[in-house]
């Protein structure tokens, strides 16, 4: 499957997500970020310095220094990051009209184009419906169901019934 989201998006996405996951024990380091999301660091900086500007995040300069959020995860949007990153949604062609290679039509007339509208809009929709919570909550059930799995394998090995 194509790449929906660009990889900056994405990196920001992450970084938001790690500093949310650090809520209220103060700020975060972007070495910390960079390890635990597996971000390039430099990458990083500049991406953290971009979201400065949006108002979800901020810094603090100095040893104890880092970054940290500005709102609680649940006040902030995976749409919020989304639409910081990418500036303002605009209509979506087909690639061949991208590139005008290959294209069939004219880009008014591609049969194509209101598809990808649709679901440019089903993206943008769940975008704006997921909370940063809503990703640390998911997360903790992930990290509870993996703890579960070696309990699990181990008692049926032993022949009991789960």
């Known amino acids: 499957m194509a790449q929906i989201t660009p990889k900056k998006n994405q990196y920001a996405l992450r970084a938001v997500f790690e ?92 049969a194509f184009s209101s598809m990808w509208n649709r679901v440019s809009r089903a993206i943008l929709k769940v975008y704006d419906e997921t909370t940063i919570q809503d990703l640390l909550d998911n997360d903790r059930r992930l990290q509870d169901k993996r703890r579960q799995s070696p309990t699990r394998a181990s008692q049926t090995k032993q022949g009991q019934c789960l």
């Open 19 to 110: 500093l949310a996951k650090h809520q209220g024990r103060g700020p975060t380091k972007i070495s910390h970020i960079a390890d635990a999301q597996a971000i390039p660091a430099r990458f990083l900086e500049v991406i953290l310095n971009k979201l400065k500007h949006s108002g979800l995040i901020a810094s603090k300069r100095g040893f104890t220094g880092g970054y940290f959020l500005t709102r609680s995860p649940d006040e902030i949007t995976v749409g919020d990051i989304m639409n910081f990153m990418q500036g303002p949604t605009r209509t979506v062609d087909c690639a061949a009209c991208l590139s005008k290679v290959n294209c069939p039509s004219s880009r008014r007339g591609c």
